[in-house]
Antibody, heavy 124, light 110 residues
């Protein structure tokens, strides 16, 4: 079945970087890729971006441009999300998910399979 | 900050119908499909509705979605205790070239 399995929790100091992994299985990872989103404690969901391995294209949310890098290893069907210059307000649960997108008149984009999340805590 | 606006809370007694609104603009809801996610306490979000009103396999038909202009709605009929969760709408935004989520609505079953 389709699933995405994320790496374990991280504790980081302000100013450092974190790299979260997401191993996909059960679907054509190379053509579909993954989406990343996060949720700060007690807050709502926030889309971070999307990577499609087949053409290497990435699409980052404006808020994270310059600080986030999404990469993939198609030999292991694993995606990575690296966030640099960590601040306390980057403390959140980071999710990867399988995106489904296309156009049928209107454009559709949704995530139908989610990982359990990776807790990243930024604290001095 | 979230581009799509939802009421912070909604509630109902078991068996009642609850409706959650999601207000956007011409660059997101007005131009693209809307999705809804359910997030039970302490768990990852789960896709509830996609393409405005389509239910993934396994989602009860008590959940229904609709869209009109730059707004969308999620209705839960026959409310059950297990429906107590946070609900988020989402849509692609052409201006931002990214997905935007709603502010989220916490549904309480009284």
């Amino acid at each position: 079945q389709v699933q995405v399995v994320q790496s374990g929790a991280e504790v980081k100091k302000p100013g450092t970087s974190v790299k979260v992994s997401c191993k996909a299985s059960g679907y054509t990872f190379s053509s579909i890729g993954v989406t990343w989103a996060r949720q700060a404690p007690g807050q709502g969901l926030e889309w971070m971006g999307w990577i499609r391995p087949y053409n290497g294209n990435t699409n980052y949310a404006q808020k994270f441009q310059g600080r986030v890098t999404m990469t993939t290893d198609t030999s292991t069907n694993t995606a990575y999300m690296e966030l640099t210059g960590l601040r306390s307000d980057d403390t959140a649960v980071y999710y990867c998910a399988r995106p489904v997108s296309g156009r049928e008149g209107y454009y559709y984009y949704y995530m139908d399979v989610w990982g359990k999340g990776t807790t990243v805590t930024v604290s001095s | 900050q979230s581009v799509l606006t939802q009421p912070p809370s909604a509630s109902g007694t078991p068996g009642q119908r609850v409706t959650i609104s999601c207000s956007g603009s011409s660059t997101n809801i007005g131009s693209n499909y809307v999705d809804w996610y359910q997030q039970l306490p302490g768990t990852a979000p789960k896709l509830l509705i996609y393409k405005n009103n389509q239910r993934p396999s396994g989602v009860p038909d008590r959940f229904s979605g609709s869209k009109s202009g730059t707004s969308a709605s999620l209705a839960i009929s026959g409310l059950r205790s297990e429906d107590e969760a946070d609900y988020y709408c989402a849509a692609w935004d052409d201006s931002l070239s990214g997905l935007v989520f709603g502010t989220g609505t916490k549904v309480t079953v009284l």
